[in-house]
């Protein structure tokens, strides 16, 4: 069970994301009134705007993490790879504001490390290309966050998924 603490700090990254996901103005105080509490409130949890900010994109890495996962729950490896790059793709597409946030700025990016979203993708490369597994998995995320990015910016026309999906399998195939 949560503390009462870290369920006040839980609410505001919510408040934080519906905010951000709306396109609403965001500040501590929008915040605070969208989590009901006080215009204080925040302060007791996060030092300033940047550190909720950056409480809101470890949340993004989370979800995109939970989404790669989701989709690399098949038997295949090639066909778990394109899973992911379109959960990774589609992640952009629904959040955009979050997906920007997460990767804005120095320091900003994935968590390193095995259990992240990007050792979903890099514990996959191991099974579809094991000789060259790291560079593998720099080559894939490079590529699906280029597409997520394009997609976002209107490069990939009217229905991104299409340009999307044809440039992953390119990639994929590409692994040999």
């Known amino acids: 069970m949560s503390s009462p603490r870290s369920a006040l700090s839980d609410r ?14 965001f500040s501590l105080r929008s915040v605070a009134r ?5 215009a204080m409130a925040p302060y007791r949890h996060f030092v300033d705007k ?15 993490r939970a989404a790669l996962l989701a989709a ?15 959960a990774y793709v589609r992640f952009a597409l629904a959040r955009p504001a979050l997906f920007r946030l997460m990767f804005a700025g120095p320091g900003s990016g ?13 514990r996959r490369m191991r099974d579809v290309l094991p000789e ?14 280029g597409l997520a990015t394009l ?20 990639m994929v195939a590409g692994f040999g």
Request: glycine content about 14%; overall charge negative; hydrophobic content about 50%.
């Open 12 to 25: 505001l990254i919510d408040a934080a994301l519906d905010l951000l996901d709306s396109g609403a103005e």
């Open 34 to 38: 969208a989590a009901g509490v006080s």
């Open 50 to 64: 940047e550190a909720l900010l950056a409480a809101v994109a470890g949340r993004g890495f989370d979800d995109l």
């Open 72 to 86: 690399d729950a098949v038997d295949d490896p090639r066909a778990a790879l394109m899973g992911q790059g379109m």
């Open 110 to 122: 994935p968590p390193p490390g095995g259990d992240s979203a990007f050792g979903v993708l890099a």
């Open 132 to 145: 060259a597994a790291e560079i593998g998995a720099v080559t894939c995320w490079a590529t699906v966050h």
């Open 151 to 170: 997609a976002l910016d209107g490069r990939l026309g009217p229905e991104p998924e299409v340009p999307a999906t044809a440039a992953l399998g390119l």
